[in-house]
């Protein structure tokens, strides 16, 4: 069984891209077994029996990724070191492109990037107290910057990908979604919040396989990108009863993108992640001396002046 192939419509080159390449319009969406999540869950479960942690442990993709590159950069994220967060130009940049995208996604009339960026920044600086505090203390100039960026990143959003207002009711597009599954009786919450989430359930297969979800990126691919996908889709997975067809980080200067088709292997392998991060989660509350390992990301890990293992960036 195909999806409906969405009407035809004037699409650029990049536009029809991604439609036929990365979307996959027209293309046969596989099936998954209706036991598979609870297989997940009874992996995690059994695997994490007799480890779970004292108190109630929220893992996300940042912090399966700070394990797999540094024990101790993972115990400070557990153990809540990180120092107050406060926004930067690029942050605010950041928030203000995701809730832009949201705006553009969500739009019933055609908004352009700036009208986007705009009607962001104002419910942002209504509803989200730490960007509204920082955003209150920059100059007119200041906000003009930021919003310029932001513009530039959902020009580039646009220009990839095809008018998802008009295809919403064959791709139901949802901008940043976010998703929690809750394990072991509560004692383990699996979190995340996913940029772009296309696709429906087939109401005539439920077991079939039909969401894409989409990390957007600013950057270039990285191997993390590729874990923090897995993690998603087993996210979706466990939420919905059904694995995304694909998952993939979309970078948006580039129009590229590294996406991989989703398979029980993938899913596993995620739910694995997890288990290791969980056991190493309470033998480090427990007292056990993580297992250091320098790297660039130093320079965002708490312990950084007080880590002997620790790579000071120079300057």
């Not at 295809?167 to 699996?190: F, I, N, Q, T, Y």
């Amino acid at each position: 069984m195909e999806i409906s192939q969405p009407p035809p419509m004037p699409l650029t080159d990049p536009q029809r891209r991604t439609m036929e390449r990365l979307i996959g319009a027209g293309q046969p969406r596989p099936s998954f077994p209706a036991d598979l999540p609870q297989r997940l869950r009874d992996r995690i479960e059994e695997a994490v029996r007799g480890a779970e942690p004292a108190e109630q442990l929220w893992l996300s993709k940042g912090k399966l990724t700070s394990l797999s590159q540094c024990e101790g950069s993972f115990a400070a994220a557990i153990m809540g070191e990180a120092d107050a967060f406060e926004h930067s130009v690029t942050s605010a940049a950041g928030v203000l492109q995701h809730k832009a995208i949201e705006v553009e996604v969500g739009a019933r009339e055609q908004v352009g990037p700036l009208e986007a960026v705009d009607i962001a920044a104002d419910r942002l600086a209504t509803k989200e107290e730490r960007f509204a505090e920082y955003w209150r203390g920059l100059t007119p100039l200041e906000r003009d910057e930021i919003t310029s960026e932001a513009a530039r990143r959902v020009t580039h959003f646009q220009g990839s990908f095809p008018p998802l207002r008009e295809l919403r009711r064959e791709l139901a597009p949802v901008a940043e979604m976010g998703v929690k599954a809750e394990l072991s009786g509560g004692d383990l919450v699996l979190s995340g919040r996913i940029d772009l989430v296309l696709g429906v359930q087939d109401r005539l297969d439920p077991t079939r396989a039909t969401r894409l979800a989409l990390d957007l990126k600013t950057g270039g691919a990285h191997p993390t990108h590729a874990e923090d996908n897995r993690f998603y889709a087993l996210l979706l997975t466990l939420r919905f009863g059904v694995p995304p067809y694909r998952v993939g980080s979309l970078f948006l200067e580039s129009g590229e993108w590294q996406a991989e088709d989703v398979t029980e292997q993938i899913l596993f392998h995620a739910a694995d992640r997890v288990v290791a991060a969980v056991r190493a989660s309470t033998a480090l509350m427990n007292g056990r001396e993580p297992t250091l390992t320098p790297g660039h990301y130093c320079g965002w890990c708490p312990r950084v002046l007080t880590c002997p293992a620790a790579e000071v960036p120079a300057g």
